[in-house]
Nanobody, 125 residues
Framework: QVQLVESGGGLVQAGGSLRLSCVASGRTFSSYAMGWFRQAPGKEREFVAAISWSGSRTYPADSVKGRFTISRDNAKNTVYLQMNSLKPEDTAKYYC??????????????????WGQGTQVTVSS
């Protein structure tokens, strides 16, 4: 059973930084891409960033490019999302996710099969 547990969310002022972590368990972590998504109240779940199984390729959404960095440590079964220059519009619940297809990277929520419980990020103006 694949399990994903996020942490690191919180309240931060605009311009500040946070680092989210997601620890995975239940299968070989290094064979699967990982993604971060977010969902604000009343809005659809939005792609934030994805990273390939080895970590050699990353895919940030245009809305976070240059501000957010996705990375992973396969020895720790952990994926990170470093968020800098945060804006009030980044306020959302952030989820990490992974797929059931090894060695492929996806950027749409429907392509991801396993999800964490989410961690809230609130950016005050």
């Amino acid at each position: 059973q694949v399990q994903l547990v996020e942490s690191g969310g919180g309240l931060v002022q605009a311009g500040g930084s946070l680092r989210l972590s997601c620890v995975a368990s239940g299968r070989t972590f290094s064979s699967y891409a990982m993604g971060w998504f977010r969902q604000a109240p009343g809005k659809e779940r939005e792609f934030v960033a994805a990273i390939s199984w080895s970590g050699s390729r990353t895919y940030p959404a245009d809305s976070v490019k240059g501000r957010f960095t996705i990375s992973r440590d396969n020895a720790k079964n952990t994926v990170y999302l470093q968020m800098n220059s945060l804006k009030p519009e980044d306020t959302a619940k952030y989820y990490c996710a992974t797929t059931s297809t090894a060695y492929r990277v996806w950027m749409t929520p429907t392509s991801y099969d396993y999800w964490g419980q989410g961690t809230q990020v609130t950016v005050s103006s």
